[in-house]
């Protein structure tokens, strides 16, 4: 089976595609049940049980400025985010975004939650710039 050392981004409108590089030690693929669990009057238990969804937390490691055009910037990776509109008009980028995954696995994704930017070392621009975010990905 094929590994890739990256993940890739894709906009909804296909205008933007951006390999992006995943830190091992960030990566944790999540399964979330949506169910509720209640005491019954009988002294049995009442559940609801609802889909489980497929989720990710990764720590994606980033330039501010990448040598490699095929590779995405902080800037890339702050507009994959930014994406916000669930209707979009006229060709322009929805808030679903094509992830296609380290064994070549496309999944429709949202980003969630916030957005920290960590800096590694003391360049803050430019190609030696490195920056870490940890992002969390919903797959639909």
């Known amino acids: 089976m094929t590994h890739y050392k990256y993940i890739v981004l894709t906009d909804s409108a296909a205008t933007k595609t951006k390999r992006f590089r995943v830190m091992w030690e960030g990566f944790k693929p999540t399964l979330d049940k949506a169910q509720s669990v209640n005491r019954a009057v009988n002294g049995g238990l009442d ?5 489980i969804y497929e989720g990710y937390e990764m720590v994606i490691r980033v330039r501010h400025t990448e040598a490699d055009s095929n ?7 702050e507009y994959f985010y930014r994406l916000n509109d669930p209707t979009p008009t ?3 980028p929805s808030n679903l975004i094509t992830m296609t ?17 960590l800096l590694m070392g003391c360049e803050i621009e430019g190609t030696e710039a490195w920056y870490m975010v940890p992002v969390q990905i919903q797959v639909t």
């Open 47 to 51: 559940v609801s049980m609802g889909g």
């Open 71 to 77: 590779y995405g910037t902080l800037a890339d990776l």
């Open 90 to 92: 006229s060709g322009s």
């Open 101 to 117: 995954d380290h064994f070549g696995t496309t999944k429709y994704v949202y980003m969630l939650g916030q957005f920290p930017r």
